[in-house]
């Protein structure tokens, strides 16, 4: 095991599976010769040349487009849009081309890309550079989303993402970035998508976090085991697409409660979503109405104060929790 | 209308009589073939949109045939004939148009999503402009492996006004990709006439902004288109630079079945007419000797009954099982073992969704239930 920040994790999954792969190249604005906009890519330029490591325009659709296309001609692409912010620009290309181009020509070809970029609040970026949408792109089918919360799982989804056939949304977030953890040495250390991570094992209630809010709901959980004498069990889905529900229903069998975090927006979200999935699949089993706890239905502001309030923190996390045993 | 420049005599040579003879058997196969498929959208046979090249086929088979078989093309919604062209069965072609799991897709795309991987034919694409990074993707891949093969792109003058269409002619400069574009310029963005749409008519003009340089040809002379094309090709193949082709021709039918036609007048389509490609090609190998009127007459005959072969092909090809709703969305392996791993609602289908249920038989308007009317449609079906 070595101790690295998450950035480092996934910047050692590039340099390592484009050693492993010659087709595996990397596009993307300011990832070359300015390391990348959160130096995740950082000396890979040096590392592999500029015909594998290319510093591209601003051109998020074309660009996205562009590695559909050598995608389907015999590379690997890996692109990094520099927040997902900026997606929106690519969806057409991600959406009605990467996701749909399989299907629609009857199988004949693969799209294996990766499209690479961070989400999250929290930096007073205002309305166009702080939302988080994994539920745009769990919608989709033919899209494979990965939601990593640590630098292991950083590293291995990474690594199975360049290997997987299928095009592949990976979402980083900007606060975990400078996060530490342990990642194994192995150079073939995967992490298998559609297998969710139990962060703290528990019987009273379920606690599903998404992306850095798997670790908010850790440290809530700490609260509840600490201050009221709840044992949270606290699960990492770490992949929306495919989703690892059988582990998540397994928990709320045996809790009987269960409360979703995610950073994103209320309607349509992931927690909805989930909701929806174990209520027809467990509803015997619950106790309680399932608890969603979930951005602000509104557009990231600059103010502090308001943008603090804006995404889940802690307390939230433990209200929401205390609310499925209202009935006690 | 734009401006046509007129080629010199010594340009418009004739390839060699078996050449000759091929190109036009492609361009009456691509008419013989449009015409009867707009007959079986009348019949419903065809759902969806239909959208015809009936007066492009010397814009389609002279750029074509310009490319080597490892060379990649790539089109738009209007790709029947970009497909046949290629070299597809054109049994499976009308078959995709049908529906039918004998078509070139499997019946999952239809008339606007047409793709042949063995003949390099890299799709048709129902967004407009959306071809236009693929396109360049493919040439980056080309580049990148270090192989021979060029990419040739074709799309609408209605395309050429999409973000797209400055992005990538940008990044196909920038990195010197070996990408032809060919602007098919029909004259109409739908129903929107060329001066309408866009600012520069001279479309040939509109990469130079980007670093890529503009050729026109005659998209209604096959020769032209042929000459032109090779050159561009050439460049892309041997200087390893991007150049962009305006091919100038008219499409003789609405943009889709569904056009009433209002944006125009029969008089400047009787004007383009009297320049149908298939007849001035035809004549002029009548000219020059190497066709007789009973050759003539002959294949297209022949041309006749092959697409009627094809209908007959369509007909018989069965629908797709609803077992195959799920098939090809991802590629299965070890982390996507079924649809259902990733759906994600259950292993089994559930209440209300089990496709392999429902009979089609049993469903009202069954036997309309092959072509679908879309909405708004239905109006313009007896139109032609």
């Avoid at chain 1, 919360?149 to 592949?168: E, H, Q």
């Avoid at chain 1, 309030?309 to 006690?328: K, S, Y």
């Avoid at chain 2, 790709?79 to 009308?94: C, E, F, I, N």
Wanted: charged share 25%; glycine share 8%; hydrophobic share 40%.
């Amino acid at each position: 095991m070595a101790v690295m920040r998450y950035r480092e994790a996934l910047n050692s999954a590039l340099r390592e599976e484009m050693e492993r792969d010659p087709n595996v190249m990397l596009m993307g604005e300011d990832i070359g010769v300015f390391n990348g906009a959160f130096k995740v890519t950082a000396g890979l330029l040096d590392e592999f040349g500029e015909k594998r490591v290319r510093d591209t325009p601003i051109s998020e659709n074309t660009i996205v487009g562009m590695g559909v296309g050598a995608a389907m001609t015999g590379l690997r692409p890996v692109v990094e849009l520099m927040t997902i912010n900026f997606s929106l620009l690519a969806m057409d290309q991600i959406v009605n081309h990467a996701a749909s181009i399989r299907y629609m020509f009857g199988g004949q070809v693969r799209v294996p890309l990766v499209v690479r970029m961070p989400q999250g609040a929290g930096h007073q970026l205002g309305p166009t550079h702080s939302h988080s949408w994994e539920a745009l792109y769990l919608h989709v089918p033919g899209l494979l989303v990965a939601v990593p919360t640590t630098a292991a799982d950083a590293k291995g989804l990474l690594k199975s993402a360049i290997r997987d056939d299928n095009p592949v949304v990976f979402i980083e977030h900007e606060y975990l970035y400078g996060q530490r953890g342990e990642v194994p040495d192995d150079e073939d250390h995967t992490v298998r998508f559609g297998e969710a991570a139990i962060r703290r094992e528990g019987s009273d209630v379920t606690i599903v976090g998404i992306s850095r809010m798997a670790l908010t709901s850790a440290r809530a959980a700490k609260t509840l085991s600490e201050e009221h004498d709840v044992e949270a069990e606290v699960i990492d889905p770490r992949t929306l697409r495919p989703l690892d529900l059988d582990t998540i229903l397994a928990s709320v069998r045996k809790t009987n409660r269960c409360v979703i975090v995610e950073e994103g927006w209320p309607h349509g979200g992931v927690g909805a979503n989930l909701a929806a999935l174990i209520q027809e699949q467990a509803f015997d089993d619950l106790d309680a109405p399932i608890q969603r706890v979930t951005g602000a239905d509104v557009p990231m502001p600059y103010s502090k104060p308001l943008e603090q309030i804006a995404f889940p923190h802690e307390p939230q996390v433990v209200d929401a929790v205390l609310a499925t045993f209202r009935d006690r | 209308m734009a401006e046509r420049v007129a080629q010199p005599a010594e340009q418009a040579g004739l390839p060699e009589p078996a050449v000759a003879l091929e190109w036009l058997g492609s361009m009456m196969l691509i008419r013989r073939f449009e015409e009867r498929a707009g007959e079986m959208y009348a019949k419903a046979k065809v759902g969806g949109f239909l959208h015809l090249a009936i007066g492009e086929e010397a814009t389609i088979v002279g750029s074509t045939r310009a490319l080597r078989d490892q060379d990649y093309l790539i089109s738009t919604y209007r790709s029947h004939g970009h497909t046949l062209a290629r070299g597809s069965d054109p049994d499976r072609v009308m078959a995709e148009l049908f529906g039918r799991v004998d078509g070139l897709c499997r019946g999952r795309g239809g008339s606007m999503h047409m793709f042949d991987r063995e003949n390099r034919f890299m799709g048709g694409y129902g967004i407009v402009g959306g071809n236009l990074p693929l396109a360049a993707g493919f040439a980056l891949a080309s580049d990148y492996l270090e192989r021979d093969e060029v990419t040739l792109c074709q799309f609408g003058d209605g395309a050429s006004n999409q973000g797209t269409f400055g992005e990538t002619m940008n990044l196909a400069a920038l990195w010197k990709l070996p990408v032809v574009f060919m602007i098919t310029n029909n004259q109409f963005g739908m129903g929107t006439a060329l001066e309408r749409h866009s600012a520069i008519t001279d479309l040939l003009r509109k990469g130079e902004g980007f670093g890529v340089p503009g050729m026109r040809c005659d998209g209604m002379d096959a020769v032209d288109t042929y000459n032109v094309t090779s050159e561009a090709l050439r460049i892309a193949r041997e200087e390893r630079r991007p150049t962009l082709v305006e091919a100038v021709t008219y499409r003789f039918r609405g943009h889709s079945m569904a056009d009433p036609e209002e944006y125009r007048t029969k008089e400047q389509v009787d004007e383009w007419r009297k320049r149908d490609p298939l007849t001035v090609f035809g004549d002029q190998l009548m000219e020059a000797g190497i066709l007789s009127e009973d050759e003539r007459e002959a294949m297209d005959r022949d041309t006749i009954e092959r697409v009627d072969r094809a209908v007959a092909f369509a007909d018989a090809s069965p629908h797709p099982s609803p077992n195959d709703l799920y098939d090809d969305i991802y590629v299965l392996g070890d982390q996507v073992r079924g649809w259902y791993s990733v759906d994600e609602r259950t292993p089994t289908p559930h209440r209300g969704e089990d496709e392999t249920a429902m009979d089609r038989a049993d469903l009202p308007h069954a036997a309309e239930h092959a072509a679908t009317t879309p909405p708004g449609d239905a109006s313009q079906r007896e139109e032609d």
